[in-house]
């Protein structure tokens, strides 16, 4: 079983449309979470950090925590033709060694 | 701010060759770590520097190491490349350590590396 699991998709959806990301772990000792979006050929760009358990809302985004239930999710609402691009969950111990999922592959279509 | 800078952008090596990345860190960051990307996976964890030693690794052989400057910059070296070595190596820099504080890590765009 793999430290963090991430549905890699690819996920389609039509402009406006509400996107669920979603990362499950092992590790219950993890009190960081994070996501990244990455557009092809680029390197990982934080979208969102949350510290335990939450909930964080950012403009059209919103990270959850679960720590009972070691669920992370993130919520893209209005999504938009730039939101296309690889979506990476990361969660550590002390935000140093950071363990990432595999990635969702996201296409939003106009 | 130019943000985190890597280079080269590009290379192809063949098998048993040895490589060096560089790294400069995002303008007031002291902590540097590297990943590695393989295709279609997430980044896996190196190793981290902070005050030009490592203080954090991963799993991966003694063939992967590096240096810290005291411009905060830092060097990853690959010795006798495997053709698994075959990646996207990313840097990644965290600010200054605040006592209680958290640390975010800021990517740079990455050094594609081939090995043939």
């Known amino acids: 079983q793999k430290e963090v699991e991430q549905d890699p998709g690819p996920l389609s959806v039509p402009e406006g449309a509400i996107v669920s990301l979603n990362c499950t772990y092992s590790n219950s000792a993890f009190q960081y979470f994070m996501w990244y979006r990455q557009y092809s050929r680029k390197g990982p760009e934080l979208l969102m950090y949350?510290?335990?358990?939450g909930n964080k809302e950012d403009g059209r985004f919103t990270a959850q925590v679960d720590k009972s239930s070691k669920y992370i999710s993130l919520f893209i609402r209005d999504s938009q033709p730039s939101d296309s691009a690889t979506y990476l969950c990361a969660m550590s111990l002390y935000n140093n060694d950071m363990r990432f999922g595999a990635g969702t592959r996201l296409t939003v279509k106009p | 701010d130019a943000g985190v800078t890597q280079s080269p952008t590009h290379l192809i090596k063949t098998r048993g060759q040895q490589v060096t990345l560089r790294c400069s860190p995002k303008?007031?960051?002291?902590?540097v770590s590297w990943y590695q990307q393989a295709l279609g996976q997430g980044p896996q964890f190196i190793f981290q520097y902070y005050e030009e030693e490592e203080r954090q690794r991963g799993n991966f052989p003694d063939r992967f190491s590096g240096h810290q400057f005291p411009n905060y910059s830092s060097e990853l070296n690959v010795n006798a490349l495997l053709l698994g070595d075959s990646a996207l190596y990313l840097c990644?820099?965290?600010?200054?350590?605040?006592?209680?504080?958290?640390?975010?890590?800021?990517f740079g765009p990455g050094t594609r590396l081939l090995v043939l």
């Open positions: 949350t510290y335990s358990s």
């Open positions: 303008s007031g960051h002291d902590t």
């Open positions: 990644a820099s965290s600010p200054i350590r605040l006592a209680g504080g958290q640390e975010t890590q800021y």
